[in-house]
T-cell receptor, first 111, second 113 residues
C-alpha cells in the first residue's frame, strides 16, 4: 500500500513569514496533486505535478516535485491570513489505479 | 460555471436504514471518485470509475456499500444497512481521466444515529 505522509500536521505562522510543507510518499509515482480545504468546505485543486522536477507557482504558493526522493514541497511566501486552510497532497500510483491522500496540514496564519 | 453537484447535502438517518447519495459529475468528465472524510481517518478513497466502469473499489466495505454509475451523468453511493461508524462527509469528484486534477463536489454530510 502506498503511504503518503505530510509534515507538519499543524502549522501556525505569522503573516509575512515563509514556510514549507512537505509531502513524502512510499512508492513510485510521478503524479502528485495539491489541494486546499477551508473549514466545512470542499477541496479545491491547487497544483498538478506530472513529472520529476515540475514546479508550479500561483500567487504566494509554489509546489515542486522530486520523484527520485519521493518528495513534494509546498512553499508559502509572505503568508497572509487568507492562506489559512488545510492543505492536502495526493499521489497517484504508477499503475494508475490507486489514489492516496496525505493526512493534511492545517495552516493558521496569525496577524 | 461547471461544477460537481451532490445530493443530499445533509442526511440524518437511523442505524439500519438505507442511504443513497447521488453525484452529478462535470459534463464531459469520464472519471468519477467517491471519498469519505472523517476526523479520525482523514480522506479515504472509496471507489472510482472511468467511463462508468469501476476501476478500484478496494477502499469500500463491500458488505454494506455499493457504488454505481447508471449513466455518464449520475453516480450513486449506497449504504445498506447504515451504521453509526458510517457518519462522515462523503465527497464525489470528477476529472478528465485519472491523471488530471479532480474537481470536488460540496459533499454529503451523513449522520447515522
Amino acid at each position: 500500500e502506498l503511504k503518503v505522509e505530510q509534515n507538519p500536521l499543524f502549522l501556525s505562522m505569522q503573516e509575512g513569514k515563509n514556510y514549507t510543507i512537505y509531502c513524502n510518499y512510499s512508492t513510485t509515482s510521478d503524479r502528485l496533486y495539491w489541494y486546499r480545504q477551508d473549514p466545512g468546505k470542499s477541496l479545491e485543486s491547487l497544483f498538478v505535478l506530472l513529472s520529476n522536477g515540475a514546479v508550479k507557482q500561483e500567487g504566494r504558493l509554489m509546489a515542486s516535485l522530486d520523484t527520485k526522493a519521493r518528495l513534494s514541497t509546498l512553499h508559502i511566501t509572505a503568508a497572509v491570513h487568507d492562506l489559512s486552510a488545510t492543505y492536502f497532497c495526493a499521489v497517484l500510483h504508477n499503475t494508475g489505479n490507486q489514489f492516496y491522500f496525505g493526512t493534511g496540514t492545517s495552516l493558521t496564519v496569525i496577524p | 460555471d461547471a461544477r460537481v453537484t451532490q445530493t443530499p447535502r445533509h442526511k440524518v438517518t437511523e442505524m439500519g436504514q438505507e442511504v443513497t447519495m447521488r453525484c452529478q459529475p462535470i459534463l464531459g468528465h469520464n472519471t468519477v471518485f467517491w471519498y469519505r472524510q472523517t476526523m479520525m481517518q482523514g480522506l479515504e478513497l472509496l471507489a472510482y470509475f472511468r467511463n462508468r466502469a469501476p476501476l478500484d473499489d478496494s477502499g469500500m466495505p463491500k458488505d454494506r456499500f455499493s457504488a454505481e454509475m447508471p449513466d455518464a451523468t449520475l453516480a450513486t453511493l449506497k449504504i445498506q444497512p447504515s451504521e453509526p461508524r458510517d457518519s462522515a462527509v462523503y465527497f464525489c469528484a470528477s476529472s478528465l481521466g485519472a491523471v488530471r486534477e479532480q474537481f470536488f463536489g460540496p459533499g454529503t454530510r451523513l449522520t447515522v444515529l
